[in-house]
C-alpha cells in the first residue's frame, strides 16, 4: 500500500472511530455511553483529521527528521495514537515484540506466580488484587492492594493490564522482577514462577448448611463448577458467591460461569454503536440454592453481568462495594507489520438492561472492609439457609 493510501486507511479508521464516539456522545443524556464521549468539540477535533494535514506532517519528518525515517514506525505509530487516545481503557495498542513476549505466557498453562491483578476505581494504576496461598508471590511477600510500578524493568499502565496478567505466568523456575509500592514506598521483589494447578475454593460452614464460594480472579468456569458441585453434594442450602477481585473477559467462561448460577436466563445484552441489541444467554442447568454476592472495585466486566443476573433472576443480596464498572466488546485488529489492536466496538447491558459502564454495580449493602464483608454475608446466608 503506498504512502497516500496508507495515510487515507488511517484517516477513515480514525473518523469511523470517532463517529462511535460522536454517536454515544448524543445520547449523552441518557448517560448510555457517557464512557465514550470525547472531551473537545467534535468541530474542532475533526478539521485535523484530513489526508493533507497528515501528509504535511510525515513530509515534515521525512525532510527534517535528523536520521532515516521508518515508515512502517510512523505508519504504526500514528494507529497507536488513534487507539490509545481513546477515553475507553479497554482499547490497547500491542507492538508486535510484545506480542511475541506473550505468545509464550498462557494462562492456566505452566507455572504461576500467584498473582492476580487488578487495578483501581478510576483505572489509573494497575494493583495487586489478590494473592494465591503458599505461591511464589505468597512466599515473597507480595500483599493484595500492593500497586504494580513495573515488571522486569518495563512499566504497565493500567490499560494494559491483561497483557501484565499473562506475564505472571510462564515457565516453571523463570524469574520475575517486580517493583511494588506499598504505604507510599518502593518494594523490590523477585519471585521464581512455580508450577500451578488450580484447586476447587470452597468451604462448608460448621453448620453445614453454608457453602461459600470463591469464585477464581479470572473466573474459571471449570473450577466453579467443580466447587458448586461439591457444595450441592454436601448438602448446603445456601450459598455465599464471591466474585471479589474477579475480572472475566472471555466470553465463553462468561457464558459456562452464568449458566452454572443462571442456567438459560439472559445475563447481558450486546449493544453496538448502531444500537442494535443482541441477548446473551447462561449455558447450564443452574442452582436453585438462594445466594448472598460479595463484590468490590475489582468486580469488573462478566462478573459485573454475573453478579447482576443473580439479582435480578434469583434474588441474590449484593454486599460490599461498587464494581468497576467496565463491561466492553472487544475486537483484535492485525496491522500489516505484525502489530494488533484492540478496540471496543460495543458495550453490554445487563439482563434486565441496566446500564453499568462506567457507573459501576451498586450493591445492596455497601461496607466497606473485606472482613466486615464477609462476616456479614455468612451471617445472611444462615439466615436464608433456616
Known amino acids: 500500500m503506498n504512502f497516500k493510501k496508507r495515510i487515507l486507511a488511517m484517516v477513515t479508521a480514525v473518523l469511523c472511530t470517532v463517529c462511535l464516539l460522536s454517536s454515544a456522545g448524543a445520547q449523552g443524556a441518557s448517560g448510555l455511553f457517557s464512557a465514550w464521549t470525547v472531551s473537545i468539540p467534535m468541530e474542532e477535533f475533526t478539521e485535523y483529521l484530513n489526508a493533507a494535514t497528515l501528509v504535511d506532517a510525515r513530509n515534515m519528518v521525512d525532510n527534517q527528521y535528523y536520521k532515516p525515517v521508518d515508515a512502517a514506525t510512523l505508519d504504526a505509530g500514528a494507529v497507536s495514537g488513534m487507539v490509545t487516545m481513546r477515553s475507553e481503557i479497554a482499547n490497547l495498542y500491542l507492538k508486535k515484540d510484545l506480542l511475541e513476549v506473550l505468545e509464550e505466557h498462557t494462562v492456566r498453562q505452566g507455572a504461576f506466580s500467584g498473582i492476580w491483578v487488578t487495578r483501581v476505581q478510576d ?28 515488571l522486569n524493568e518495563y512499566v504497565y499502565p493500567a490499560r494494559f493490564i491483561n497483557p501484565l496478567q499473562a506475564l505472571m505466568w510462564g515457565r516453571e523456575g523463570e524469574e520475575l522482577k517486580l517493583i511494588l509500592v506499598r504505604d507510599l514506598k518502593e518494594v523490590d521483589v523477585t519471585l521464581s514462577l512455580r508450577a500451578y494447578d488450580p ?92 445466594m448472598i454476592v460479595l463484590v468490590n472495585e475489582g468486580t469488573a466486566s ?70 466486615a464483608q464477609t462476616e456479614a454475608a455468612w451471617k445472611m446466608a444462615e439466615e436464608l439457609a433456616q
Not at 321 to 329: A, F, L, M, Q
Not at 345 to 364: C, F, N
Open 123 to 150: 483505572g489509573s494504576v494497575c494493583v495487586v488484587g489478590s494473592v494465591e496461598p503458599d505461591s511464589a508471590a505468597a512466599q515473597a511477600g507480595v500483599l493484595p492492594g500492593d500497586l504494580i510500578y513495573s
Open 199 to 290: 484447586q476447587p475454593c470452597f468451604t462448608l460452614s460448621n453448620s453445614g448448611r453454608v457453602g461459600y464460594l470463591k469464585v477464581p480472579a479470572d473466573g474459571d468456569a471449570d473450577t466453579v463448577g467443580a466447587s458448586l458441585q461439591a457444595l450441592t453434594d454436601s448438602g448446603a442450602r445456601s450459598l455465599i458467591v464471591d466474585l471479589r477481585d474477579v475480572c472475566q473477559a472471555d466470553a465463553r467462561q462468561i457464558r459456562q460461569t452464568a449458566g452454572l448460577f443462571l442456567g438459560g436466563e439472559t445475563y447481558g445484552i450486546r449493544v453496538d454503536k448502531n444500537g442494535n441489541r443482541e441477548a446473551v444467554s447462561g449455558e447450564g442447568k443452574g442452582t436453585d440454592l438462594p
Open 302 to 371: 462478566g462478573a459485573e453481568l454475573l453478579a447482576a443476573g443473580l439479582r435480578t433472576y434469583k434474588g441474590a443480596k449484593i454486599l460490599g462495594k461498587k464494581t468497576y464498572g467496565s463491561v466492553p466488546d472487544v475486537q483484535w485488529y492485525t496491522m500489516e507489520n505484525g502489530d494488533r489492536f484492540c478496540l471496543v466496538t460495543a458495550r453490554y447491558l445487563t439482563g434486565d438492561g441496566q446500564v453499568i459502564q462506567s457507573g459501576g454495580l451498586h450493591p445492596d449493602e455497601e461496607i466497606d472492609s473485606a472482613q
